[in-house]
């Protein structure tokens, strides 16, 4: 079993920045990918970043360009720095990591608690 320790929401003015970080412990044999999704009131939960364990990244197309996702392989810990955020990033933001296990299964439903991220205008 996996454990998720996120960190680094809040509030923020918009054109501000803030990091999150997650950090994942617990029984890991590899981990596969690690990404960001969130959810706005009302709307459903979105995939916002995600990077492989080869350092392969995808982005949502309305944080291009003002989000960087990264991850330190050694720590099993993932990081989402964001630039310029604007009011409609307001949102919980929630890790989630892909697992593989010795035996070669893959598991995708292992997720944070979520923190939370408020821009004001």
């Known amino acids: 079993q996996v454990q998720l320790a996120e960190s680094g929401g809040g509030l923020v003015q918009a054109g501000g920045s803030l990091r999150l970080s997650c950090a994942a412990s617990g029984t890991i044999f590899s981990i596969k990918s690690m990404g960001w999704y969130r959810q706005a009131p009302g709307k459903q939960r979105e995939l916002v970043a995600a990077?492989?364990?080869?350092?392969?990244?995808n982005y949502v197309g309305s944080v291009k360009d003002r989000f960087t996702i990264s991850r330190d392989n050694a720590k099993n810990t993932v990081y989402l720095q964001m630039n310029s955020l604007k009011p409609e990033d307001t949102a919980v933001y929630y890790c989630?990591?892909?697992?593989?296990?010795?035996?070669?299964?893959?598991?995708?439903?292992?997720w944070g608690q979520g923190t939370q991220v408020t821009v004001s205008s």
């Open positions: 989630n990591v892909v697992l593989a296990s010795s035996y070669g299964s893959v598991s995708y439903n292992n």
């Open positions: 990077i492989t364990s080869g350092g392969s990244t």
